[in-house]
Nanobody
Framework: QVQLVESGGGLVQPGGSLRLSCVAS????????MGWYRQVPGKQRELVAT???????NYGDVVKGRFTISRDNAKNTVYLQMNSLEPEDTAVYYC??????????????WGQGTQVTVSS
């Protein structure tokens, strides 16, 4: 099993910044893509950003230009730098990691989620 532990959420004013971190630990084979998703009550979980081992990134349209995802492969850690935060960014943010358990198989894991609240 792989465990994901997120940190860095909290309350911030509009226009402010936060940095989320997520560390993967446990019986890891090789972490492939990692990413962040978010969810508000009553809505589907949506993509924030993903990053593969080579550093190639993909962002959801609503965060492009404001958020930056990065990772440290040696530490099995992924980060999300969030700038110019807006009230609409308020959500529970979930970390995702995919463990390559075989050549043709990826096993996804999810963190417990960390609350981000943007409010004055």
């Amino acid at each position: 099993q792989v465990q994901l532990v997120e940190s860095g959420g909290g309350l911030v004013q509009p226009g402010g910044s936060l940095r989320l971190s997520c560390v993967a630990s446990g019986r890891i084979v090789s972490i492939s893509a990692m990413g962040w998703y978010r969810q508000v009550p009553g809505k589907q979980r949506e993509l924030v950003a993903t990053i593969n081992r080579d550093g190639n990134t993909n962002y959801g349209d609503v965060v492009k230009g404001r958020f930056t995802i990065s990772r440290d492969n040696a530490k099995n850690t992924v980060y999300l730098q969030m700038n110019s935060l807006e009230p609409e960014d308020t959500a529970v943010y979930y970390c995702n990691a995919n463990d390559r358990v075989s050549i043709s198989s990826l096993r996804p894991y999810w963190g417990q989620g960390t609350q981000v609240t943007v409010s004055s």
